[in-house]
């Protein structure tokens, strides 16, 4: 690496570090080019060396959706040590990317701010949540974007309004860093914010496996099917491979039963995926990211 980035910015590296200590699952082999800059300047520079040296980036942040595979050929950026910030101007909101979802519905709610309480419960960050343009119970997060700011793939730093990228079902036209978010959310009481809230991570508990690690939906849900549903009747819930099994209370979940592997989930993901197929004639796609 010595040969791509400049001394100060390999102060920032850490060579073959696993990844199962950031990994939501608990499942990581070793990162070969692993950064964890403390500037949004850094991850300028890395980026763009990284672009010269004509190598893979791959951002992570909570990575609660992240399926940690083979990463030797990747350069990893985490966000983890990067100041965060969450700025008010009456219901227009400014955020880095870091921040934790959860958090951040919570000190909207002291504000009377809302809109975002479908992703209670959801463990992610904002610049996650925002790159697959998370949703549940008929929102989405690109619902209350009013900009992003990002560093592109050639390292530039760029604004871009909501206009300007194209967002859809759990995915966006996003290719790059999210570095933070402007948000317009909704004047809401806040006893009303706490109650939909509430709603909805008791929903969660009892519809979810909260009991095991997981990267929660593994699938999208195809049109007018919902992707749990398709693999229960293809006879794959509970099905275990090693140490990971099918989610024997929902089955578009995988969860780490213990001393799961990569190879274990991939091979799950891989039976779901060819039974709903030879079984339905539907091809599943993928929610969750694989780092392969």
């Given amino acids: 690496m010595s040969k791509i980035f400049d001394e100060k910015l390999l102060e920032t590296a850490a060579i073959d570090t696993s990844l199962r200590e950031f990994s939501h699952l608990g499942i990581g082999g070793k990162a070969k080019n692993l950064f964890a800059p403390h500037k949004i ?3 300028s520079k890395i980026v763009s060396a990284t672009a010269k040296a004509n190598l893979n980036i791959f951002p992570v942040g909570a990575a609660s959706n992240i399926l ?3 990463t030797r050929d990747k350069v990893i950026i985490l966000d983890k040590f990067i100041p965060k ?3 008010v101007n009456g219901n227009e909101v400014l955020v880095s990317a870091n921040y ?5 519905i919570d000190e909207m709610k002291e504000l009377t701010l809302g809109g975002l309480e479908f992703l209670a419960g959801v463990p992610a960050n904002i610049g996650g949540a925002v790159s697959m343009n998370a ?6 997060i690109s619902d209350f974007i009013e900009f992003i700011e990002v560093v592109d793939h050639d390292g530039k730093i760029r604004e871009y309004q ?15 860093f999210i570095t933070k978010v402007g948000f317009i959310l909704a004047p809401k009481p806040k006893e009303e914010i706490m109650a939909e809230a509430a709603k909805i991570i008791a929903f969660r508990k009892v519809q979810h496996p909260y009991n095991f690690p997981s990267l929660g939906s593994t699938f999208k849900n195809p049109e007018n099917h919902a992707a749990g549903k398709l693999i229960e009747e293809c006879g794959l819930k509970g099905k275990t491979i090693g140490g990971a099994q099918i989610s024997k209370k929902h089955a578009n979940f995988i969860v780490n039963k213990g001393n799961a592997t990569y190879r274990d989930v991939k091979s799950l993901i891989d039976l779901m995926m060819s039974e709903v197929y030879r079984t ?5 796609q993928l929610e969750i990211k694989v780092l392969d």
């Fill in 41 to 43: 300047e850094e991850i």
């Fill in 68 to 70: 940690f595979g083979n």
């Fill in 85 to 87: 910030f969450c700025e």
């Fill in 100 to 104: 934790k979802i959860a958090k951040f």
């Fill in 135 to 140: 949703g549940a119970f008929g929102g989405n």
């Fill in 162 to 176: 909501k206009e300007e990228i194209d967002f859809g079902y759990r995915k966006s036209s996003i290719n790059g």
């Fill in 280 to 284: 339905m004639n539907i091809m599943l």
